[in-house]
C-alpha cells in the first residue's frame, strides 16, 4: 500500500484559499490520488482525484507535482461548511476491485 | 445524496442481539465495501465484495458476516457483539474495473452496542 502523510489540522480563513498538502512518496505509478472529506457524523464525500495532470472541478483543484510523490488539495473560497477532516488517499486494485486505505487526514478549520 | 443509503441510520443493540444493517446502491456499480470507523481511528476496511463474490475479510471477527445476494444490496449480520463494536459502519460502492472511477460512501449507520 503506498502510505501518504498529511498535517494533522490547519486553519483557514473565510473567503481565502485553503491548501492542504499531502505526501506519498511511495507511490507506484499507475496509482491515483483521492480526496475526501468528512464532516463530523457523515459518510467520507468525494472530492477530486489525479494520476499526473492536475485537476479542477466545481469543488476544488488537484495539484500533484511532476515526480508524483505529493500534491495540494485547493478550496479556492473556503467557506464555514469546507470545516472538516480532509483525506488524501492513493486507489489501488485489489482482487479487481478498488481500495482506498484512509490515513489521519487533516482537520481543516475555517474560520470567520 | 450519493446513491449509496444505508439503514438503519442508528441502531442501539444488547450484546445477545442480532441485528442487521443494510445498504443500496442505484449507482450500477460492481463493488461494494463495508468500513467500520471508531471513535478517533481511521477508517477500517472490513469486507470487499466483487460481484457478489467476497474478495478480501480483513480479519474481521466472525461476529460480523457480510452478505451481497446482489451487486445492488449489502448487508452486514451482527451477533454477540461487545461494546468496543460501537462504531460508525461506512457502505460504500465503486465500479470494479477501469482507472480513474470513484468509491460513493453511504451516510453509514451509528452502532451503539449496550
Known amino acids: 500500500d503506498a502510505k501518504t502523510t498529511q498535517p494533522p489540522s490547519m486553519d483557514c480563513a473565510e473567503g481565502r484559499a485553503a491548501n492542504l498538502p499531502c505526501n506519498h512518496s511511495t507511490i507506484s505509478g499507475n496509482e491515483y490520488v483521492y480526496w475526501y472529506r468528512q464532516i463530523h457524523s457523515q459518510g467520507p464525500q468525494y472530492i477530486i482525484h489525479g494520476l499526473k495532470n492536475n485537476e479542477t472541478n466545481e469543488m476544488a483543484s488537484l495539484i500533484i507535482t511532476e515526480d508524483r510523490k505529493s500534491s495540494t488539495l485547493i478550496l479556492p473560497h473556503a467557506t464555514l461548511r469546507d470545516t472538516a477532516v480532509y483525506y488524501c488517499?492513493?486507489?489501488?486494485?485489489?482482487?479487481?476491485?478498488?481500495?482506498?486505505?484512509f490515513g489521519q487526514g487533516t482537520r481543516l478549520t475555517i474560520n470567520p | 445524496e450519493t446513491g449509496v443509503t444505508q439503514t438503519p441510520r442508528h441502531l442501539v443493540m444488547g450484546m445477545t442481539n442480532k441485528k442487521s444493517l443494510k445498504c443500496e446502491q442505484h449507482?450500477?456499480?460492481?463493488?461494494m465495501y463495508w468500513y467500520k470507523q471508531s471513535a478517533k481511528k481511521p477508517l477500517e476496511l472490513m469486507f470487499v465484495y466483487n460481484f457478489k463474490e467476497q474478495t478480501e475479510n480483513n480479519s474481521v471477527p466472525s461476529r460480523f458476516s457480510p452478505e451481497c445476494p446482489n451487486s445492488s444490496h449489502l448487508f452486514l449480520h451482527l451477533h454477540t457483539l461487545q461494546p468496543e463494536d460501537s462504531a460508525l459502519y461506512l457502505c460504500a460502492s465503486s465500479q470494479a474495473l477501469g482507472d480513474g472511477n470513484t468509491i460513493y460512501f453511504g451516510e453509514g449507520s451509528w452502532l451503539t452496542v449496550v
Open positions: 488517499i492513493v486507489r489501488y486494485l485489489f482482487g479487481g476491485a478498488q481500495k482506498l486505505v
Open positions: 449507482l450500477g456499480h460492481n463493488a
